[in-house]
């Protein structure tokens, strides 16, 4: 499992693996204010880059994020 939460009340995203795949992060990056969490992984031996983002709801915070 792999997260980056906000506070709380709010934001939040998350990252949950299968037990069993064949998985290894090799960088992970997360928001401080849990808006999003960027992965670098190796899944059954091919690169992959996984990203979740949970974007603001008002458009004022979307053009500010």
Same mark, same amino acid.
């Given at each position: 499992m792999f997260f980056a939460h906000g506070s709380n009340k709010?934001?939040?995203v998350l990252v949950l693996i299968k037990n069993d795949l064949?998985?290894? /992060?090799?960088?992970?990056?997360?928001?401080e204010?849990?808006?999003f969490i960027i992965m670098e992984a190796?899944?059954?031996k091919q690169q992959f880059t996984l990203i979740n983002i949970? /974007?603001?709801?008002e458009?004022?915070?979307q053009?500010?994020?």
């Open positions: 709010s934001k939040g064949d998985f290894e /992060a090799k960088k992970v990056i997360a928001d204010n849990g808006r190796e899944i059954q949970y /974007a603001p709801n458009k004022k915070e053009t500010i994020f």
